[in-house]
């Protein structure tokens, strides 16, 4: 699919430091990104030029072909990782002045308000000042403003921190329900765990450098092992010509865990025939890589020089 | 975008206008003014209408008690019996004062006149006793050399001085300085609060932003630029409204309370006159008190319509005050010193964190600002053409306030279009810096900013 939005090489560097040295990206129209890496590894500054707060030093940020530029404003959504709205506005008054801003008509921001205030069911608290909110109202109000232009690419920075379970879940609904509308949506995001289901594409990113970027199918093909986890009751071998385990732990009552890993040429059912001959067979699967194992390895493997301390 | 911009703007002012402190601020100062005013009104006119009574024990054979002229102030009346029981006497019948005049006063050198009085006296009361006092000999000194009485008064005449001002053309103009400063004090004073109190509005507002964290929601919209032009535009809009309300309110009320009063003090008077004549029991006591009425009476007209002259004398030495000059170079002044501090109250509000840490960067934008106005009505006033009035009106800091309290006592017209030229250098300058520091501050959580800081700031790339 074409990409909707184009990094090519973009370099910023602030006064003490470099925030992006040579990203390039592309993220392809109607699907949910993932930009990914520990804090401080550059996703913010990268968003902050795609949303046009500031600007890269070199490089280039194309939108739908064209370099960008601030008619782009009204077709991107931004919700930034530091929450915050005008405490003393009222709800409704609010909404319509963050979509005017957006390029919205009065008319056409006053009837979305409307529809999506009774879509999150807080329709009667448009007349309230932001302060007299709790704080999931709060989010949700946010999340309006931040969609409520209707823009083909919305950007979402830590998208579930600070939303209790319930209106992550709900917020979630609805991204997968703007993306079969055809939006857009770029994850940004240190927490890659919360994310990876849902994502359709990622790029790593590692100390102002992408390390990783491509379908997350592919990604997770890439970087698989080739190793199988095991559950069943009896004791595997731990030496054999085909296959290596990795990892054994015993249960109560008998019962095992164990990882497998295969060796070159070697099939998973193979392996199920011996395992079957050998052992009384409960669970039989493929060990799928998470993102954040794929990301340290990936870093251990291009910049061992960077060791990462604890992703969470 | 101009519309983003007038968006902000217009947030700005309604969100304002709409508080409710603003409404009840709005309509309280006008009130308090208009109080305010009746009240030193009343204290002033109680302070003039009020009259000493002094006795005068005359012991001195040249009959001067009786060539001693009361005045609407001070009246004077003969003490009854002996020195000390005077002494007493003055005191119990609650009189301000008495005068003894002892004998064997010698007229060419009058020597030993003694004044008591109740507790401290003032020297305007003493200066009065003396004036009345001097006047009485030099008659007796006049009467002395052979000027009957109607030549005395044909001689005393009274001048009242008028000053008139050449300008260079030599056209006479009735000058007054009381108007001409009075009106540069108000003038500077204006712009003086409202640079303060709307100033400080727009480190406030961009302090909230910041704190609230709807900045970066905000940037992704609007540039910075837009963003804080907009908030110092529509919170100037806010002042004027203020300003111009309280005007119209002050203006309203003052004329509504100021009548009210005067009409019920009016009544008072005729409620006075009215009874002695009703109840003409003693002949003699209703005569007098009579006459006192008609002299307060005729004291109270003359003094109204001194007033009345005074206030068309005040009207007419306004009009001749360059008007067109000050009106155009007020809002001149008004706007570009509003513009010059308020993008540099925005980058303060931009700048810190916390609002407690503002007065380190508050206090180098407030000095100047206090300092024009303290050496404006100290200096400037009494010298409008002086070295420290050219410079502090050449100085875009300073100049709002100083070029502003020499516009009445007018200016060269080459120093007014310098000083316009180096204000619009400098705001254009001010709102320059301040869009800078503004842009890289709003974004800046958790860092306690230095001068140096800021400086870096400057010379970020976008």
Not at chain 1, 183 to 200: G, K, P, Y
Not at chain 2, 223 to 243: E, R
Not at chain 2, 339 to 355: H, I, P, R, S, T
Not at chain 2, 382 to 387: E, L, M, S, T, V
């Amino acid at each position: 699919m074409k990409p909707i939005l184009e990094a090519i090489d973009v370099r910023k560097a602030y006064a003490n430091h470099v925030a992006l040295s040579g990203v390039s990206l592309a993220i392809p129209e109607g699907s949910i990104f993932g930009l990914l890496g520990p804090n401080g590894a550059g996703k913010t500054s990268l968003i902050r030029i795609i949303t046009q707060i500031t600007g890269a030093d070199e490089g280039e940020i194309r939108f739908r072909g064209e370099r960008l530029n601030p008619g782009h404003i009204a077709q991107i959504g931004y919700l930034p990782e530091e929450r915050g709205l005008y405490k003393k506005m009222k709800v409704g008054e609010q909404l319509l002045y963050l979509a005017q801003l957006r390029g919205l008509s009065r008319a056409d921001a006053t009837a979305r308000i409307k529809q999506w205030l009774n879509r999150f069911e807080i329709k009667e608290w448009a007349g309230k000042n932001v302060e007299d909110l709790s704080k999931g109202m709060q989010q949700k109000v946010q999340f309006i403003a931040t969609v409520l232009h209707e823009p083909s690419l919305i950007i979402l920075d830590e998208p579930f921190s600070g939303f209790d379970p319930i209106n992550a879940n709900l917020i979630k609904d609805e991204i997968l329900r703007l993306k079969q509308e055809g939006a857009t949506i770029i994850f940004s995001t240190h927490r890659m765990e919360s994310v990876e289901e849902m994502c359709d594409n990622i790029a790593l990113i590692n100390r102002s450098r992408k390390v990783l970027d491509g379908p997350i199918g592919v990604i997770r093909d890439q970087f698989k092992t080739n190793t199988y986890e095991v559950e069943g009751r009896g004791k595997l071998l731990v030496v054999h010509p085909d296959f290596e385990v990795v990892e054994q732990k015993e249960r109560e009552n008998g019962h095992f865990y164990a990882r497998v890993q295969l060796h070159a040429g070697v099939r998973p059912n193979d392996l199920l025939r011996y395992l079957i001959g050998a052992v009384e067979v409960e669970a039989f699967r493929e060990k799928i890589p998470s993102i954040n194992e794929i990301f340290i390895r990936r870093v251990r493997e291009t910049m061992p020089e960077t060791l990462v301390e604890e992703t969470t | 975008m101009a519309s983003k911009f007038l968006l902000v703007a217009q947030r700005e002012y309604l969100t304002r206008v709409r508080k409710r402190a603003f409404i009840v601020l709005t309509l309280a100062v006008p009130l308090l003014l208009a109080g305010f005013g009746v009240f030193i009104a009343k204290i002033a006119s109680s302070d003039n209408e009020s009259t000493d009574v002094v006795e005068v024990r005359d012991d001195s054979g040249l009959n001067v008690a009786s060539r001693l002229v009361s005045t609407p102030q001070l009246r004077f009346e003969p003490a009854t019996g002996t020195l000390a029981e005077a002494k007493k006497g003055f005191q119990k019948a609650k009189h301000d004062g008495l005068i003894y005049l002892p004998s064997g006063l010698d007229v060419e050198n009058p020597v030993g006149v003694q004044f008591f009085g109740k507790g401290n006296i003032s020297l305007k009361k003493q200066g009065a006793v003396e004036n009345a006092l001097n006047k009485a000999f030099s008659d007796l000194k006049m009467q002395k050399s052979g000027l009957s009485q109607e030549q005395l008064d044909r001689l005393r005449s009274k001048v009242d001085l008028q000053a008139i001002s050449l300008d260079e053309t030599g056209k006479e103009a009735d000058s007054n300085a009381l108007a001409t400063s009075g009106t540069a004090y108000a003038l500077a004073l204006a712009i003086y609060l409202f640079i303060f109190i709307y100033g400080v509005q727009i480190m406030r507002g961009v302090g909230e932003e910041k704190s609230s964290r709807i900045m970066e929601v905000m940037l992704s919209s609007v540039k910075p630029f837009d963003l804080m032009m907009g908030k110092i535009m529509g919170i100037a809009a806010v002042g004027l409204t203020q300003f111009l309300l309280w005007g119209l309110l002050s203006f309203g009320a003052s004329s509504v309370l100021v009548p009210l009063l005067a009409g019920r003090d009016k009544a008072k008077t005729e409620m006075a006159t009215a009874t002695p004549s009703a109840t003409s029991a003693s002949p003699d006591v209703s005569q007098s008190t009579s006459t006192k009425m008609d002299q307060a009476m005729s004291g109270t007209s003359k003094q109204g319509a001194t007033v009345m002259t005074g206030r068309f004398k005040a009207f007419e030495i306004l009009a001749n005050l360059p008007i067109g000059t000050i009106l155009f170079g007020f809002i001149i002044y008004f706007l570009g010193g509003y513009l010059l501090y308020g993008a540099l109250f925005g980058a303060v509000g931009a700048a810190v964190d916390d609002q407690t840490d503002t007065q380190q960067f508050m206090f180098p934008i407030t000095m100047p600002l206090i300092l024009s106005y303290i050496v404006g009505v100290s200096v400037i006033l009494r010298n409008p053409d002086g070295p420290v009035a050219f410079w502090m009106s050449m100085i875009p800091f300073t100049s709002p306030i100083a070029m502003v309290i020499r516009l009445p006592f007018g200016v060269p017209m080459w120093q007014l279009a310098l000083s316009i030229f180096l204000l619009i250098l400098g705001f254009i300058g001010t709102v320059w810096v301040a869009a800078r520091i503004y842009r890289v501050g709003v974004l800046m959580y958790g860092k306690k900013v230095t001068y140096k800081e800021l400086g870096k700031w400057m010379f970020y790339k976008g």
